[in-house]
């Protein structure tokens, strides 16, 4: 046999190289190694709403235990079309429109799969969740950054510079990604800002992938708008989203994307490949949790923004200056006053001297730099785990 020198990193993809893991994920397992309060990854620490355990031990017992049909299960894509109209006012077929997905990470990954060639480009905002680079990048696109701007005031907005976004389109944009409610800066776009990429989206013949995850959970009588619902924009959107946060079962990796037929019909095929289908009888127990009463929004909206009243001044008190969120469950703060080198080292000392993991804001930038004076919390935990923390955060002005 000929001598040929072992090169393990002859057996990798040039993709992998392009990216790491995922920091946060990273975070939780060191929670775990030094038995630290967990505010990085967002998961919640509370149990799901008992119905919709019970609609799940009911879907096994009943034998719904095989393959559902590979796009979705047909009560939970009419459940996902009933809700569309009833809480966005958007009309979607479930037999043409709807894909029901392994959560909604790998309804966008499949959605980027299936729209993106080589040498594509797909705008991001950044701070960004921290799928979406690795996302444009095993799909063969190139991520285009365009900075979101934290508030100079503890009250105000996370905002954009028109101009950048717009020298951010140009011919070879595919699609430009959107989160609202935004992870991790709690930003809500508004209408004029949706607007305002609705136009550039209809000059660049650009795609909308808008992941609205955390659609139900919004504070100070903030509106989620749907970018779909903008005039123009309906034929050019994937909306992408899922049971995790609104039902609080992040482990039962049910999602989906609600797009034009064309676009669903490519989603379909990445997604058969990739995963076959998300498990059958957690979809049919999604159908139940889309069925839920308005009161049930209501009531985890509330619960969220106590939960963010309540760790604000405890981080703020111990020293981090905190962007107060207007939608989903995270704070991200500027972390200058403790005189750390870095946002790294910071949530390094955070974890082990102090008992709190949080995630390094680095991990939502493509230049780390651009991040290292902030670090990110996660409040979907019970008041016990937030007090806890707050305990151990006081622990930083000593
Ligand atoms: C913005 C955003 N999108 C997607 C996800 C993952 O969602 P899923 O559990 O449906 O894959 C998260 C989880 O933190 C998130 O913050």
Redesign the pocket.
């Known amino acids: 046999m000929a001598d040929v020198a072992f090169r393990p990193k002859h057996f990798l993809s040039d993709k992998v190289t392009h990216f790491t893991e995922s920091v946060i994920r990273e975070m939780t397992r060191q929670a775990m190694l030094y038995g630290a309060v967990n505010l990085a990854q967002?998961f919640p620490d509370f149990p799901a709403p008992a119905e919709i355990k019970r609609a799940a031990q009911e879907a096994i017992a009943s034998d719904v235990n095989q393959y559902a049909i590979t796009w979705g299960a047909k009560n939970l894509r009419n459940a996902i079309s009933r809700q569309m109209q009833q809480w966005l006012g958007i009309a979607v077929d479930p037999e043409t429109q709807v894909t029901v997905c392994c959560?909604?990470?790998?309804a966008?990954i499949s959605t980027l799969l299936a729209v993106c060639n080589a040498g594509d480009e797909v705008v991001i905002f950044e701070p960004f969740?921290e799928?979406y680079g690795p996302d444009a990048v095993l799909s063969g696109a190139k991520p285009r950054f365009v900075k979101l701007r934290p508030p100079s005031t503890a009250d105000g907005e996370w905002s954009f510079d028109e101009r950048e976004l717009r020298a951010a389109f140009h011919n070879h944009t595919k699609a430009i990604i959107l989160?609202t409610p935004n992870?991790p800066t709690g930003k809500v776009f508004t209408l004029p800002e949706l607007e305002l990429i609705r136009d550039l989206c209809v000059e660049f013949n650009v795609i909308a992938i808008t992941?609205e995850?955390?659609e139900h959970i919004l504070y100070d009588g903030t509106e989620h708008i749907s970018i779909a619902r903008l005039d123009g924009m309906a034929d050019r959107t994937v909306t992408i989203n899922?049971l995790?946060?609104t039902y609080s079962v992040?482990g039962w990796?049910v999602?989906w994307t609600v797009a034009p037929p064309t676009i669903t019909n490519a989603i379909r095929k990445v997604h058969d490949f990739l995963t076959v289908g998300a498990p059958a009888p957690l979809q049919e127990a999604g159908a139940v949790a889309l069925g839920l009463p308005e009161a049930y929004y209501e009531k985890l909206a509330r619960g969220y923004e106590k939960r963010r009243d309540r760790l604000i001044p405890a981080l703020t008190e111990a020293g981090f200056r905190c962007f107060r969120p207007r939608g989903?469950y995270y704070v991200m703060t500027d972390i200058s006053a403790f005189g750390f080198p870095d946002d790294i080292s910071f949530t390094r000392y955070l974890v082990k001297e102090i008992g709190v993991a949080a995630v390094p804001g680095s991990s939502f930038y493509n230049d780390p730099k651009d991040g290292a004076r902030q670090v990110r919390f996660a409040f979907c935990k019970r008041d016990e785990t937030l007090d806890e923390a707050a305990r151990k955060l006081s622990g930083l002005r000593k």
């Open positions: 967002g959560g909604s990470t790998e966008m969740y799928n989160n992870n992941d995850i955390y899922g995790s946060k992040t990796r999602g989903a």
